[in-house]
């Protein structure tokens, strides 16, 4: 680390005149970075939005399916009977049903 501290001391920068040409290829190569960065960023603002509307309908999607996995489990129910009359529209969403209790 010591040898490199002496050696950076040792070490001259010299500006020199540059010509024309070289300053213009200079500022053509820093908009054209800009221009770069801009469009990445761009890219990335458009591919977080993706992600996010994926995630989304991935989430919808998820709960589509555990409504369905519910109305399987209750398919040999009276509550299952009861919301696929509903669903079809076989008996009013408002209606309510009352089954007398089985005797034991």
Known sequence: ?????RLLRRVRVRFVQSSRRT???VVV???ACMV???TLSVT???LNKRA???RQHA???EYELNQLE???ENLGSSEGAEDAAKDEGYVDKDTIVIQPKPEQ
């Open 23 to 25: 300053k213009t290829v």
């Open 59 to 61: 989430a919808q999607l």
């Open 52 to 54: 996010e509307e994926a």
């Open 70 to 72: 519910e109305k399987l």
């Open 36 to 38: 770069a960065l801009l």
């Open 1 to 5: 680390m010591k040898k490199l501290m």
């Open 29 to 31: 190569m820093v908009v």
């Open 44 to 46: 990335i603002h458009t």
